[in-house]
Every structure is written in C-alpha cells, then in structure tokens.
C-alpha cells in the first residue's frame, strides 16, 4: 500500500540548535512534497512545500531537502526555538495518476526542544 | 481570508448512531479533501470533492460518505458508528490540485 515516512519518532534538540526531521516516501512517481507542523489541538500548518524538479528550497529558517535518487525528503530548522516544538508531517502527491490528486502522509515526528 | 472552517468541534456518539461533520473552505478554493487521524494510523485520506464532484477517495468503507455544496462547503457522513471510528477528522482546501492544503481544526469524535 501507499505510505509516507517513519514510525512516530522523537527528536529531542536543545534550543537554539539545529534539528533535522528525515522523512522517506515510497512514490516514485511524486512530483510534489510538502512538510506540515501540527500543535497540540490544531490541524496541521503548512510549513514548506518542494517540486520534484527541485532538490532543496528555502524558507524562513526553514529548509527542505529532497533526494529522489533514495526516495527521501529532511525538514531543517535552524536555530530551533520551543514554539518549533510540535509533530512534524511529510507528504507527498502522487500526482494525476491512478494513485488519485490526494496528500498521503508519513506518521510523523515529535520534536521536542529543551530550553 | 478566513481559515478553514470545522463544525462542530467535538462530538460524542453512541455505536450505531450517524454523524454529520460540516466544512467551510477558504473562499475560492474549490478543492475540498477529508482526513482522518488516529494515533495508530496518522493521516488517513477519506476522499476529496472538487465542483460538487468527489474526484478522488481513499480505502474506507462505504458507511464514511461526503458531499460538496455550490458554494463549495462540504459535509461528511458516517453512518452505522462503530468504536473504531473515533477519531479526529480533518478537513482541507485548496484552490485546485491537493497541493498546500489549507486544513481546519478538526472535529473530535468519540463513539462510545
């Protein structure tokens, strides 16, 4: 079956260090990944989203990086604040396809940032 | 724009009862996609509705259904409740093609 990412990990970082989320797929045939944050009580938030023609994109102190060669997509957060603390989702689409237009998520990963 | 909106927030049922779970896009999307989260399973995709159409649905049974509106609100139904049903259910829009889905609060359920 389709699935996204890892078991449900947890990364603990001491604030003002860097994290890094790892996230693999399974679709080769995805043309479009996207990271979201979820809070305690709320939907997830978009963070970042990268096309398959791309292996890197930048945001506000954020980064992802894709590479397609080992199916495998990372979140970086720089200088990693208690507001960041949250579960992280990857997703991707499998695009128009028999797979259908849909998101299809990986379980997720804690981050947890210590002050 | 307003965000994406969920109704009713929580919800408690019974096994064998029926629910209907209401969702407001943001105005102009016309793409609406249904989730349902569950600790031991994640993100799950029910289905997703585009021009009153569902264009796309995932691996749930038949008792899990939905509906779009002109005006792109959207419902989802869940008849003949079972325990394993409670769950958070997450709805998301976006203007066309699941890219950014914008998502909501959710509405907890919890079959009892």
């Known amino acids: 079956g389709e699935s996204v990412g890892l078991h449900l990990p947890t990364l603990s970082v001491q604030e003002g260090d860097n994290s890094i989320i790892n996230c693999a797929y399974s679709?080769?045939?995805?043309?479009?990944f996207i990271w979201y944050k979820q809070e305690s009580g709320k939907g997830p938030q978009f963070i970042i989203d990268i096309r398959s023609n791309m292996d890197k994109r930048q945001g506000q102190r954020v980064t992802v990086l894709l590479n397609k060669t080992v199916k495998h997509l990372s979140l970086q957060i720089a200088a990693t604040q208690p507001g960041d603390s949250a579960v992280y989702f990857c997703?991707?689409?499998?695009?128009?396809?028999?797979?259908?237009?849909?998101?299809?998520f990986g379980a997720g990963t804690i981050l947890r940032v210590k002050s | 724009k307003a965000g994406v909106t969920q109704t009713p927030r929580y919800l408690i049922k019974t096994r064998g009862q029926q629910v209907t779970l209401s969702c407001s896009p943001i105005?102009?999307?016309?793409?609406v996609s249904w989730y349902q989260q569950t600790p031991g399973q994640g993100l799950q995709f029910l289905f997703e509705y585009f021009s009153e159409t569902q264009r796309n649905k995932g691996n749930f049974p038949g008792r899990f259904s939905g509906r779009q509106f002109s005006n792109s609100r959207s419902e989802m139904n869940v008849s003949t409740l079972e325990l394993g049903d409670s769950a958070l259910y997450l709805c998301?829009?976006?203007?066309?093609?699941?890219?950014?889905?914008?998502f909501g609060s959710g509405t907890q359920l919890s079959v009892l």
């Open positions: 997703a991707e689409n499998p695009g128009w396809g028999e797979y259908g237009n849909k998101l299809v």
């Open positions: 679709n080769s045939a995805s043309d479009y």
């Open positions: 105005s102009g999307h016309r793409s």
């Open positions: 998301a829009s976006s203007p066309d093609r699941a890219e950014k889905l914008f």
